[in-house]
């Protein structure tokens, strides 16, 4: 089973930029999806990006499209999300995790959760 450890997390100010990143311990299978959520305490887990870790498709949330940008790099076996133009309500506990159904938003049809780094948007 693969495990994934994210890190880069940090404070920003508004309209500034971060990247996160993910690393598996093991090789994704050609057929996995990996994708990033994110929470805020006393909501529920939010679906933000993922990509097809064999053929490099990704989808977005529609709050981050055109400002996020998922990608892998598979001779390190990790996952980035670079975040352009952040905003406050960014500001959340960012989490990689694994599906095999591409095009899933659901944070149930997903596993092998991270650990979570906290991303913090300042205005």
């Known amino acids: 089973q693969v495990q994934l450890v994210e890190s880069g997390g940090g404070l920003v100010q508004a309209g500034g930029s971060l990247r996160v990143s993910c690393a598996a311990s093991?090789?994704?299978?050609?057929?996995?999806?990996m994708g990033w959520f994110r929470q805020v305490p006393g909501k529920e887990r939010e679906f933000v990006a993922a990509?097809?870790?064999?053929?490099?498709?990704?989808y977005y949330a529609d709050s981050v499209k055109g400002r996020f940008t998922i990608s892998r790099d598979i001779a390190v076996n990790t996952v980035y999300l670079q975040m352009n133009s952040l905003r406050p309500e960014d500001t959340a506990l960012y989490y990689c995790?694994?599906?095999?159904?591409?095009?899933?938003?659901?944070?149930?049809?997903?596993?092998?959760w991270g650990q979570g780094t906290q991303v913090t948007v300042s205005s």
């Open positions: 995790a694994t599906t095999i159904t591409y095009g899933s938003r659901s944070p149930g049809a997903f596993g092998s």
């Open positions: 093991g090789r994704p299978y050609s057929r996995h999806v």
């Open positions: 990509i097809s870790w064999s053929g490099g498709m990704t």
